[in-house]
Structures are given as structure tokens and as C-alpha cells.
T-cell receptor, first 115, second 115 residues
Framework: DGGITQSPKYLFRKEGQNVTLSCEQN?????MYWYRQDPGQGLRLIYY???????QKGDIAEGYSVSREKKESFPLTVTSAQKNPTAFYLC??????????????FGDGTRLSIL | AQSVTQLGSHVSVSEGALVLLRCNYS??????LFWYVQYPNQGLQLLLK??????LVKGINGFEAEFKKSETSFHLTKPSAHMSDAAEYFC?????????????FGGGTRVLVKP
């Protein structure tokens, strides 16, 4: 079955470390997104990519970086500059970057905690 | 920029009772609207979407929503709650006025179902 795979499901980071969250999709979708979810705050967009080798900052990009070298992969790096990284991170994809009537499809998330 | 307001961060219903979750959006142009459900430690699953066809939209698991342009609302209902409906629900709108066809999410409503 097609879908979005996020790994790992749980991740722990020490202070000053960079960590990378994986997101892979086999839906052949053009657009991919990273969200951060905190209790009571809904989802906030970190970065998004509409095409390979291109990506744009979302609403809370500071302290994060991404790459989109392959259509199916959109890894997120949480850098040491992100002062409050503890959160639930969700990756999503959409078939087309153009048609906004299409829904986004979500992975099962990665929960990041600081040791 | 678009905004989405979900009235009530927590809703408690008895099993068999009506479920009503409220969603209001701000937009000068009728947008595309979505309802998602999230179970603990999982990603978001699409319940239904409004894309300018019928104003009453039926989704999965017995849920439906009605788009009311005059009230800028897209409330979600289910006639009879089941224990398995206990989850968090998010309303989202496609931001037609922003680059990247991004989704703007409401803050979510957590539903508790009492036996």
C-alpha cells in the first residue's frame, strides 16, 4: 500500500546535537510538508517543497533545515539552534503542488524529546 | 492570511448522542475546507473535504459537514457518537491567497465519549 513513512517514531536529542527526521513517500506526490505539533496549538508549518531541489520556509522555519534531493524523500534536520525542539513532528504530502482542492496525506509522526 | 477557529478545545459527549464540532474560517473567497481526525500518537486522517460541489459533504465513519458561506462555517457532525470517535479533530482551510497552496489548521477539538 502507498503511504508516508516517518522514522524513527521516537527520538531523543542531547543539548547541542543536530538530529534528522526521515520522511519517505511512495505515493508519487509532488509536494511535501513538515509540521510541528504542540499540545493545544494545532499544526504549524515548518517547511514545504513543491518540487525536487526546491523548498520554502513555512511559519516557524528557524532552527530547522530540509533537503529535497529525491521526489520521495524530504528529511528534516532539527539543529542545535532550535531552542525548544520537544514536539511531535508530522510529515505530509499532496499529489499536486498546484491544485489546492487536494487533501494532504500524513505520516504517523516522530516524537522528539530532549534528554 | 487565512485563519481557522475551532470553538471549544474539548468536547464531551455521551455514547449515542450527537457530535457537533464547530469550525469557522476567515476568507473573502470561498476556500477549500477539510476535516481531519487524529488518534493518539498517530498522524492525521482525512474525514471529508469541501471543494465547491455540494454544500453538505459526507465523510468516513458516519461524519458529515455543511459548508455555509453566509456564516463562514464548516461544522462537523455525527448523529450518534461511538466510543471509537474519541480522538482530536482538526479543521483546515486551503490558503488560496498564499504561495504553495498551504493548509491553515485550527487549534483542534479533543472529543471525549462517555459510556
Amino acid at each position: 500500500d502507498g503511504g508516508i513513512t516517518q522514522s524513527p517514531k521516537y527520538l531523543f536529542r542531547k543539548e547541542g546535537q543536530n538530529v534528522t527526521l526521515s520522511c519517505e513517500q511512495n505515493l508519487n506526490h509532488d509536494a511535501m510538508y513538515w509540521y510541528r505539533q504542540d499540545p493545544g496549538q494545532g499544526l504549524r508549518l515548518i517547511y514545504y517543497s513543491q518540487i525536487v531541489n526546491d523548498f520554502q520556509k513555512g511559519d516557524i522555519a528557524e532552527g530547522y533545515s530540509v533537503s529535497r534531493e529525491k521526489k520521495e524523500s524530504f528529511p528534516l534536520t532539527v539543529t542545535s539552534a532550535q531552542k525548544n525542539p520537544t514536539a511531535f513532528y508530522l510529515c505530509a504530502s499532496r499529489q499536486s503542488a498546484v491544485y489546492s482542492n487536494q487533501p494532504q496525506h500524513f505520516g504517523d509522526g516522530t516524537r522528539l524529546s530532549i534528554l | 492570511a487565512q485563519s481557522v477557529t475551532q470553538l471549544g478545545s474539548h468536547v464531551s459527549v455521551s455514547e449515542g448522542a450527537l457530535v457537533l464540532l464547530r469550525c469557522n474560517y476567515s476568507s473573502s473567497v470561498p476556500p477549500y475546507l477539510f476535516w481531519y481526525v487524529q488518534y493518539p500518537n498517530q498522524g492525521l486522517q482525512l474525514l471529508l473535504k469541501y471543494t465547491s460541489a455540494a454544500t453538505l459533504v459526507k465523510g468516513i465513519n458516519g461524519f458529515e459537514a455543511e459548508f455555509k458561506k453566509s456564516e463562514t462555517s464548516f461544522h462537523l457532525t455525527k448523529p450518534s457518537a461511538h466510543m471509537s470517535d474519541a480522538a482530536e479533530y482538526f479543521c483546515a482551510v486551503s490558503d488560496l491567497e498564499a504561495a504553495g497552496n498551504k493548509l491553515t489548521f485550527g487549534g483542534g477539538t479533543r472529543v471525549l465519549v462517555k459510556p
